[in-house]
């Protein structure tokens, strides 16, 4: 049986505005970009699945873990690839837990939504609003006109500033069909897929007709992340112990990213002990790790974070897992 851990290093409201800098511009990701550090790296780290809940014992074992882990690896950015919630009705106070490792250490994260984190409340924008209100969050709600919340993109530029390196990109994978008869899980909608069209191709035009390296981050995963279980070429490492719970009807993403020549990876969550990658047409699937202890897991298979190490000037990246024992997992 888990232990329970009680939070008791929670920030009062007092300290954690002193653990704020004094102008919001001193937010990466704010007011102004992402940037490489003087060695040319940027390093994130990918959290999915806390499904944090009102009542939980084990929600303090999830933050605490969090924090080892950003102590360890001392990124630039966390990236929390939804279900961070789990039908939590106090959405206010659960984010406001959620923020508390990264506000501590004053490091800019990023959130997309899974499907099951406004599940309390049914306000998916509600939700988002809460979720860029906390301290060091540069998420973002992404155009209204565009089907879900929380598509949007970060830049992450060169150390001295003085242009765009790599690309990041979030995108709501959604939650649910309209009709059982279409599947369990909803898809990246045609509208959305056209937004990804739309402005990487601007991005590549200012940049001179030469896409950005890029990555995406989202919830549920693609149909090609089922297709590459059976494909000798993949060059598929790492564990997968459940079904892939993909959507049933396929929106074109993955052939968008292919076209558009720009993105390397893409980063999901949503099956808690799947952790595999696999390598589809240049383009790199890979799970997360599954964070929670208040989600449902496996013997033997600790939680965790994924770390994703871009560099400037390249356009390939590298990734392993931090472990919740501190331990790195590199396949």
């Not at 509600?126 to 970060?154: C, F, K, R, T, W």
């Not at 074109?252 to 893409?266: N, P, R, V, Y």
Request: hydrophobic share 35%.
């Amino acid at each position: 049986m888990r232990s329970a851990f009680i939070i008791t290093t929670a920030l009062t409201f007092g300290a954690l505005c002193a653990a704020l800098p004094s102008h919001a511009d001193e937010i990466p990701g704010k007011d102004r970009p992402l940037a490489f550090n003087a060695q040319g790296g940027f390093k994130i780290v990918q959290f999915t699945d806390l499904h944090l809940n009102e009542g939980s014992s084990q929600d303090g074992r999830t933050l605490k873990m969090i924090g080892e882990i950003l102590d360890i690896e001392k990124p630039q950015l966390v990236v929390l690839t939804g279900d961070v919630l789990a039908g939590a009705k106090q959405q206010q106070e659960k984010m406001k837990q959620c923020a508390q490792p990264m506000a501590e250490r004053q490091i800019p994260w990023a959130m997309v939504l899974g499907n099951h984190d406004d599940e309390g409340n049914g306000n998916r924008r509600g939700l988002m609003d809460i979720v860029i209100a906390q301290p060091y969050s540069i998420a973002q709600h992404g155009p209204a006109e565009v089907s879900g919340i929380g598509n949007y993109h970060l830049p992450v530029v060169s150390a001295d500033g003085a242009a765009t390196e790599w690309v990041l990109y979030f995108l709501d994978s959604n939650a649910y069909p309209p009709r059982k008869s279409l599947g369990s899980y909803d898809w990246i909608k045609t509208d959305q897929v056209a937004w990804y069209r739309n402005l990487s191709k601007s991005l590549t035009q200012k940049n001179g007709g030469k896409p950005h390296p890029a990555l995406a981050f989202f919830h549920i995963p693609l149909p090609e992340y089922e297709q590459v279980l059976t494909d000798p070429e993949a060059n598929l490492v790492g564990n997968q112990f459940e079904p892939i719970c993909c959507p049933r009807i396929n929106s074109g993403f993955f052939a968008a990213m292919l076209e558009c020549g720009d993105i390397k990876g893409t980063f999901v969550g949503h099956d808690h002990v799947n952790d595999y990658e696999a390598t589809l047409h240049g383009i790199r699937l890979i799970y997360g790790r599954g964070t929670g202890f208040n989600a449902y897991g496996r013997d033997g298979y600790p939680r965790g974070g994924r770390v994703i190490l871009i560099e400037a000037g390249k356009d390939n990246f590298t990734t392993w897992l931090r472990l919740e024992d501190g331990s790195k997992l590199q396949y």
